[in-house]
């Protein structure tokens, strides 16, 4: 297990973790190369078990509060699972709930309730025998979600024209993003590092749930999902109830 350093001065940051790890296969100062080491970190710091890291900080676009997903039966472009977007691009507005169409329009899911214990997180991962070394700064948090007073089952219908929904029963609705708004990620090799600044309020962790469909598209229940994260390939273990990340070199990627 990985030996957790102590940190004996005062830190900048109102929570600062450092651990002593492996980090031999860090093969460039790319930052795809470099997340797979962090991104477990993030999942485990600002996540707290319940929320899952996104599985590439290049792809955060598509974590979005409703943005669907639908299951592949077989691996399409090499992944199990196909982005269809946000909500409000998936939905059959003449037969939806007009408020609802509305609400979604409007895009208002920040959560004004939600404090985040820390304004700031510092993560170092260091291979000293190396030299490399893996640092990511997270500053100002804000969490977006679908409100509870906000039932989306029987009052949104998704378009079944949508050829990716052609024969789907389910999809699955980002519900729980948490985000932060300026993002610093710093890269090293040796003696050469990157840094990679990244604003805008980013999405890093994330919840979901699955929506049954009906066959006139119509949302018509929903049921929880349990997320195990360990690495970047995502794989379905039984069409009822988890997505489950398989540890073989086999597994297939997904968004």
């Given at each position: 297990m990985p030996k957790k350093l102590k940190v004996f001065v005062k830190s900048l940051y109102s929570h600062e973790i450092r651990k002593d790890v492996s980090l031999v296969d860090l093969k460039s100062l790319k930052l795809e190369d470099a997340w797979p080491f962090i991104r477990e970190e993030i999942e485990t710091e600002i996540g707290s078990s319940q929320l899952v890291c996104i599985p590439h900080i290049t792809e955060a676009d598509l974590y979005k509060v409703t943005s669907l997903f639908v299951y592949n039966d077989k691996p399409t472009n090499g992944k199990m699972f196909t982005p269809l977007g946000e909500l409000?691009?998936?939905?059959?507005?003449?037969k939806s709930n007009t408020e609802y169409v509305r609400w979604l329009e409007k895009g208002d899911f920040q959560d004004s309730k939600f404090k985040f214990p820390h304004e700031s997180v510092k993560i170092t991962l260091q291979d000293e025998s190396i030299k490399n070394k893996v640092r990511v700064i997270m500053i100002n948090f804000t969490k977006l979600t679908v409100p509870k007073d906000k039932e989306l089952v029987n009052n949104i219908y998704l378009d079944m024209n949508n050829k990716d929904l052609k024969g789907k029963r389910s999809v699955y609705m980002i519900t729980n993003v948490l985000m932060a708004k300026t993002i610093e990620f710093r890269v090293t090799r040796g003696t050469s590092s990157r840094i990679f600044h990244l604003g805008n309020a980013s999405p890093l962790v994330f919840g979901l749930e699955e929506y049954l469909i009906g066959s006139d598209g119509k949302?018509?229940?929903?049921?929880?999902v349990t997320i195990k994260s360990k690495s970047l390939q995502w794989q379905k273990l039984h069409p009822s109830d988890q997505l489950y990340i398989a540890d073989t070199e086999h597994a297939t990627s997904a968004y």
């Open positions: 409000k691009m998936n939905i059959d507005t003449t949302l018509v229940a929903k049921e929880p």
